[in-house]
């Protein structure tokens, strides 16, 4: 599976846009970009995943370059409980997915 | 269904004494998954059955750590002579057979061996 690069941390207000970064240029042509985010003593939990198109779902939206080279988590509207790290993983769905550490985004009043 | 289950959420030990946690899984997923995590780290792959068979093992799963999950509903990780580089979390999670579909993580159980 491909590699990602995020930034190990980011900080947003609360009531503003999130938006995270994730690089990831040696996408394959199969593989899918999965956002996952873990709050403090909590499980992974899956938030939204996509192949090629902008995908939008209650939790957040997922934006992929044209050339699927990076993309860009977007909390709308985060608040505090939106605190947590969050993974990119590029994963073609055949194999079990890797995490790397992630953004820890630090929501502020 | 309430989501992944595990048990026990804490468990402190001592150095060489065996451990065991379970995870019961959402009932209509065929897949399921462990996980370990250090402080600081994301989540590690330990091993992944589909229905009962174990179908991939992680190179950190050493002959210390056994996983079973008789007739593919819960699975257990055991783990012997417990030594304190195994103080972590062991996550566990589940999805459908269908592919690139997202897991559904458990909260849990953290072991510190003492």
């Known amino acids: 599976d491909a590699k990602t690069t995020q930034p190990p941390s980011m900080d947003c207000a609360e009531g503003r846009a999130a938006n995270l970064p994730c690089n990831h240029s040696?996408?394959?042509?199969?593989?899918?970009v999965y956002w996952y985010r873990q709050i403090h003593s909590q499980g992974p939990q899956y938030i939204i995943h996509g192949l090629k198109n902008n995908e939008t779902n209650e939790m957040a939206s997922l934006i992929i370059t044209e050339d699927r080279k990076s993309s860009t988590l977007i909390l709308p509207h985060a608040t505090l409980r939106d605190t947590a790290v969050y993974y990119c993983?590029?994963?073609?769905?055949?194999?079990?997915?890797?995490f790397g550490k992630g953004t820890m985004l630090l929501v502020s009043p | 269904d309430t989501g992944v289950s595990q048990n026990p959420r804490h468990k402190i030990t001592k150095r060489g004494q065996n451990v065991t946690f379970r995870c019961d899984p959402i009932?209509?997923?065929?897949?399921l998954y462990w996980y370990r995590q250090t402080l600081g780290q994301g989540p590690e792959f330990l091993t992944y059955?589909?229905?009962?068979?174990?179908?991939?093992k992680s190179r950190l799963l050493s002959d210390r750590f056994s996983a079973e999950r008789p007739k593919g509903s819960f699975s257990t990780l055991e783990i012997q002579r417990t030594e304190q580089g195994d103080s972590a979390m062991y996550l566990c999670?589940?999805?459908?057979?269908?592919?690139?579909?997202?897991?559904?993580f458990g909260s849990g159980t953290r072991l510190t061996v003492v």
């Open positions: 993983i590029v994963n073609s769905g055949y194999s079990t997915l890797t």
């Open positions: 009932s209509e997923h065929n897949r």
């Open positions: 059955f589909q229905n009962e068979a174990q179908l991939e």
């Open positions: 040696t996408i394959s042509g199969n593989e899918y």
């Open positions: 999670a589940s999805s459908p057979t269908r592919d690139n579909y997202g897991y559904t």
